[in-house]
């Protein structure tokens, strides 16, 4: 069995070229069994806008060095962990002082080693791997400039009932520097000029020029719930003044579809009535 | 005693007033600053009770670290505390012994894997072999399911004993074993479809084939391994590894 849990799951600096750093890592066998584990950092590239990434041992940038600081361990070499031990493992992260500005992205793995003991059967086996991701923004600048820009931002429905379904938002942000930024935001909602709803975006990393579609507070999907008046609604989207991201606005329209539907009906089944009744007097003469 | 409770409620108010305090927020203000709220916190970490656990921070600034050391935490050190539930992942039986296989009968193991994630992350699972399974010079093939239509990226349907190989398929499961699709859907529509394995001795890159946007707590799901040789498979005993890789979204 395989059950391992690594913290923390994501870290991200800004370092000065020529500066290293060192970042502890918690590595615990949740099982029943000894494990024998091993470590390894591979480069990655994000991946569609969704926080997804792909690897490839071809983007591993010379100038970006990474070790193991533990006295007894280095990177690349393999140790046991018995059951239900844990273990503290620090990661030693060096920018050259030839490092180009920029942003460099990185998963730090445990993995277990393959058991290559020979067997007289048909075997598949499974081992598994576990990793955490390193954003690091190699700058003179504790705080790099960013700039970026809504690629999307859309409601669906354009048009709809005062009741019945949610609005949604569709956002999609572009990172236009070579650097990170946390995509803090806001919906706000206006009818005739007048707030109706703000609603927060959920802080998620836009990595160094690449897109990310947003979500909002507890990773949610940004919406708005009916019931709403009719009218003209208009939705802002804006962002922190240091992110240097334009605001964008779209508009919907909320129409009293199903009341009218309503009375059409109550109106159609009145004169259906009336005609009915109307129909089964028998003519005077 | 009428006039005594007519009195007795005029005077709440004024009690009211005479024994509430006063309260302050943290509010720095000078002709050339305001601080509304910032890390002037006199504690951080961990709060537990029964019913809750609260983290906080403070001094996320850490005024001068960067000039000094040269280095600072892009999010503040908040996300440190990001371990309320860590970052896990099992796999329930490592070893797949298919045994003897029976040409044109699908062979299957299976096992279960479990995901947890801190909060803020979502996660990505992936699959990559070392190499097809493997018998001296003798391979048996990755599937392509019944109307070749599968790949290592997307999968079809695989029921017809003529279709030979080898493939996977996966399911989020609840923990009563029922089906739920949780974490799958988007790669496997049900326990009909397959795909082969990505893998290493071919170049490949490992592929994703259970994630989700959010945090989850102990999510599982079955995979379930398949062989189907045909009567011309070479003789031998076959293996392979298939490493499975979870990752958080970033």
Redesign the interface.
């Known amino acids: ?16 070229p ?2 290293s ?1 060192t970042q502890a890592y918690q590595v ?1 066998n ?2 029943q069994q000894s494990i024998i584990l091993n470590t390894e950092v591979l480069p990655f590239v ?1 991946q569609g806008d ?7 041992s071809l983007l591993a940038n010379p100038n970006i060095s990474f070790s193991l600081n533990n006295a007894d361990l280095k990177l690349g070499q393999p140790f046991t962990l018995s059951p239900k031990e844990s273990r503290q493992l620090v990661l030693k992260i060096k920018a050259s002082p030839q490092t180009e500005l920029a942003d460099y ?1 990185s ?1 730090f ?1 445990i ?1 277990q080693t ?2 290559t003991s020979a ?15 390193v ?1 690091l ?1 190699v700058s003179t600048s ?1 705080f790099p400039q960013t700039n970026g820009q809504v690629k999307k931002f859309i409601t669906t429905p354009k048009i709809k009932d005062v009741f019945f379904t949610k609005i949604n938002f569709s956002i999609q942000i572009q990172n236009k520097t070579n650097y990170f930024f ?1 995509s803090l935001g806001k919906i706000t909602i206006f009818k005739n000029e007048k707030i109706i709803k703000q609603l927060n975006l959920n ?1 998620q ?1 836009v ?1 160094a020029n690449h897109n990310r579609s947003l ?1 909002c507070e507890n ?2 999907a940004c919406t708005l719930s009916p019931p709403l008046w009719p009218g003209k609604y208009t939705a802002t989207l804006e962002f922190n003044s240091n992110l240097n991201v334009p605001s964008s606005s779209t508009s919907f329209f909320v129409l009293p579809l199903s009341p009218i539907a309503l009375i059409l009906l109550i109106s159609s089944l009145i004169y259906f009535l009336y005609w009915t009744k109307k129909k089964n007097i028998p003519n005077k003469v | 005693m009428k006039n005594y409770k007519f009195f007795l409620i005029l005077s709440l108010p004024i009690i009211y007033h005479l024994l509430s305090t006063i309260s302050f927020a943290q509010n720095f203000t000078s002709p050339n600053y305001q601080i509304q709220f910032g890390n002037f916190n006199m504690t951080s970490g961990k709060k537990n009770s029964s019913s809750y656990t609260l983290t906080d921070t403070v001094g996320q600034n850490a005024p001068g670290k ?2 000094s ?7 503040g050190f908040q ?2 505390y ?2 309320l539930e ?16 029976t040409p044109n009968v699908g062979s299957t ?1 299976s ?1 279960i894997i ?1 995901i947890t ?2 909060s ?3 996660y ?1 699972i992936l699959a990559i ?2 190499h097809p ?1 493997l018998a001296n010079d003798n391979t048996i093939p990755d599937t392509s399911c019944d109307n070749n239509d599968c790949n290592k990226t997307t999968s079809a349907p695989w029921t017809l004993p003529t279709a030979y190989g080898f493939g996977f398929n996966a399911l989020g499961i609840n923990t009563s074993g029922v089906v739920t699709n949780i974490g799958t859907s988007n790669y496997f529509t049900d326990s009909t479809y397959y795909r082969p394995f990505s893998s290493q001795s071919a170049g490949d ?2 592929q ?1 084939f259970m ?1 989700e ?3 989850v707590k102990e999510h599982l799901a079955k995979i379930t ?1 398949k ?1 189907n040789i045909s009567h011309d498979q070479a003789s031998g ?14």
């Open positions: 069995m395989f059950n391992l849990s690594l913290s923390p799951p994501q870290i991200e600096f800004v370092l000065k020529g500066i750093l615990t949740n099982s994000p969704n926080g997804s990434v792909s690897y490839s992205y998963t793995f993995y393959v058991d067997n007289d059967r048909n075997i598949s086996q499974s081992t598994g791997k576990i990793g955490s991701h954003l923004s504790e946390k802080s990393n990595l979500l990773q949610t | 960067y000039s050391t040269g280095y600072t935490a892009k999010a996300y440190i990001d371990t860590k970052f896990s992942f099992s796999i329930s039986d490592l070893d797949l012994p298919f045994g003897s296989l193991q096992n479990t994630t801190p803020g992350h979502g990505e072999a070392n399974l890159l490992p994703v994630s946007n959010i945090p391994y062989i005993t076959y293996s392979n590894n298939i490493n499975l890789i979870a990752i958080p979204k970033y």
